[in-house]
């Protein structure tokens, strides 16, 4: 027998059972958070949209971090709108943001429309703050007033253009002193602000660890220095988004800043702000982009991202674009990817991939079919949502009297036991009603009938038992008993406790096989005869969702048009068939149902 390593049996040391049970779950605890990423204190986050365009994949999926970060801490969700760019701003983009966000269930804590502690939440009623701030840096020697003319800052760049040199400012304002800016800048001289930069920090972001590139302004030479003395207020008095990004984020006490990787770049200078401000930044997470399957960025501009299109146009479920997003370089330890927007309140944390996302739609679908079926088992306000929508495509689709029901029954009566049904297929109401087209319509294109394999079972045989599975009385009509009737058959095409002993087939195995080519011919038959051969739900469902005489006439109408093929079929297993299921004798019938 192999004997232990002795370094192991060295190096470990007895802990008592329930002892080493606590140090674990301690362990893993701790190990856990840091891995999470996740502040042991309540998260202030934002969404900082620039109604310069609408909600897209990209911008719901970083509100959705932001917003879950915020729940899964106990802290505040923010809404701020960014529209210093007035110029850039969309009429109508504003309002479409909130409609967006609301409709994927975002609902902001603080921001427009609900207001909050720390507002103003729209930047361009924040002016006089930023202002205000700017003195301040300017009065702490960290921002400069810059009276440079256009044409002058042109005559520069071109200069270092023509020189081969990168561009950037040469800092002729800086030393103007403090009174002769103030005079200047009273008289109403053009000017703007800059922020004096003497060197870009680094900073420790959430996802990609230590960034930045601890750059040193750019003093190229002595005779062309230059510097990059980024513009904090425009000459129109307004700010730059770096400005009021910043102001912004500290004023309403911000703590973790989760936003698209495109703006990793500003980080720096942003840091810089705060530094110079004196104020401690919040912390960075940056998410990596989102890119198409060949690598592409996927664009605010392609109209197929913007989140109308998949609510409106798809037909996408909030839930499923929301559990979508989350997915998008995020990664969690749990078993399944479906998750309520609840869920994920409850188990978001800050694991964060750094590659580029690649985009696959496919999940999109398939998130969306398991929803779907989500919100059947439920049967809430989103199923009946979804039972309005299929109803609203029926009737725009298929004449009234075509419909293969009857009042009292309603349509949305009619139509919710067949979302029930067949919720594990739904992708929207336009393909749902498409697929289940033979239930909306009195007339089936049904194909020539082909058996379903070569070994030949009697049509007559088939006929028959089809016949008698609608013998169930009126009062009996329902999924269960169709699918143990159905069940109930043998190979034969008898019902298994009506064969007689002496025919029954004793052959364990050739009982099974054959029982199972019986029931695999019926039901093709079955979905033939019914529904045309199209997929859909189970045949014990569709019976009963068709109902008993609509059920009975398709039944019938596809007996008379295979009648030649029956009666070319082999006569022999079918005259087993026996006399007992003569129309019109149901008695024995009614008791193959579970009472
Ligand atoms: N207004 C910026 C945007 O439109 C916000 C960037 C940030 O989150 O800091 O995306």
Redesign the pocket.
């Known amino acids: 027998m192999r004997r232990p390593h002795l370094g192991l049996l060295v190096r470990r040391r007895w802990v008592c059972t329930s002892c080493r049970s606590r140090y674990s779950s301690v362990a893993t605890k701790a190990t856990a958070n840091r891995k999470s990423n996740l502040p042991d204190f309540p998260a202030r986050t934002r969404f900082?949209?620039?109604p310069t365009g609408y909600l897209h994949l990209g911008?719901l999926r970083?509100a959705l971090f932001n917003y879950l970060l915020a729940r899964k801490t106990g802290g505040q969700f923010l809404l701020r709108i960014?529209d210093t760019d007035q110029k850039r701003t969309i009429p109508g983009a504003e309002q479409r943001l909130y409609d967006d966000l609301r409709w994927a269930g975002l609902q902001w804590d603080e921001g427009p429309t609900i207001g909050g502690p720390y507002g103003p939440y729209r930047q361009s009623e924040r002016t006089a703050i930023y202002r205000s701030h700017t003195h301040d840096l300017i009065d702490g020697g960290h921002a400069y007033r810059c009276f440079c003319s256009a044409d002058r800052l042109d005559s520069v760049a071109r200069h270092r253009s023509q020189a081969g040199l990168p561009p950037g400012y040469d800092r002729k304002c800086a030393d103007i002193s403090a009174e002769e800016s103030e005079d200047r800048a009273s008289k109403g001289e053009a000017h703007v602000v800059r922020l004096k930069v003497d060197g870009y920090p680094m900073f420790n972001d959430l996802v990609y660890g230590k960034t930045g590139q601890n750059r040193p302004p750019k003093k190229l030479d002595l005779i062309d220095r230059v510097y990059d003395d980024p513009i904090l207020l425009k000459s129109d008095g307004h700010p730059t988004?770096h400005l009021a990004?910043v102001v912004d984020d500290h004023l309403m006490e911000i703590t973790h800043?989760i936003?698209?990787t495109e703006?990793m770049p500003s980080t720096p200078l942003h840091v810089a702000l705060y530094n110079a401000f004196e104020w401690t930044p919040p912390k960075f997470g940056h998410v990596p982009l989102l890119v198409d399957k060949s690598g592409q960025k996927l664009s605010k501009r392609n109209a197929d991202i913007d989140l109308t299109f998949f609510k409106d146009k798809q037909g996408i479920f909030a839930a499923t674009l929301v559990n979508f997003a989350a997915l998008l370089g995020w990664s969690h330890t749990q078993k399944s990817d479906i998750f309520s927007l609840e869920e994920l309140e409850q188990i978001f944390n800050l694991k964060i991939t750094r590659g580029n996302t690649v985009v696959a739609f496919e999940k999109l679908w398939f998130l969306q079919k398991a929803h779907a079926q989500r919100f059947a088992a439920i049967r809430g306000p989103e199923f009946e949502e979804m039972v309005t929508r299929v109803s609203q495509v029926v009737d725009e689709t298929y004449p009234q009297q075509q419909l293969p029901f009857l009042p009292p029954q309603t349509l949305a009566e009619y139509i919710s036991p067949l979302l029930q049904a067949d919720a594990k297929s739904f992708t929207n109401a336009e393909d749902f009603v498409q697929r289940n087209s033979t239930f909306f319509t009195r007339t089936l294109n049904r194909p020539d009938y082909a058996p379903v394999s070569d070994a030949p079972i009697p049509l007559a045989t088939v006929h028959t038992a089809a016949a008698a599975l609608t013998l169930v009385p009126e009062s009996h009509w329902t999924i269960e008993t169709h699918r143990f009737n159905i069940n109930a058959y043998d190979g034969s095409g008898i019902f298994a406790d009506e064969t007689p002993a002496h025919e029954a087939v004793n052959d364990e195995k050739s009982r099974t096989n054959a029982d199972k080519a019986f029931k695999k011919e019926l039901y093709h038959y079955l979905r033939w005869a019914l529904s045309a051969s199209a997929p859909g739900p189970g045949i014990p469902e569709t019976m009963s969702i068709l109902g008993r005489k609509e059920s009975v006439r398709r039944l019938e109408e596809a007996r008379a048009l295979t009648k030649d093929m029956a009666a070319a079929s082999s006569a022999g297993p079918a005259q087993k068939v026996k006399g007992a299921l003569k129309d019109g004798d149901i008695s024995w019938m009614g008791s193959l149902a579970p009472q």
């Open positions: 900082a949209p620039s911008s970083t960014e988004y990004n800043v936003r698209g703006w």
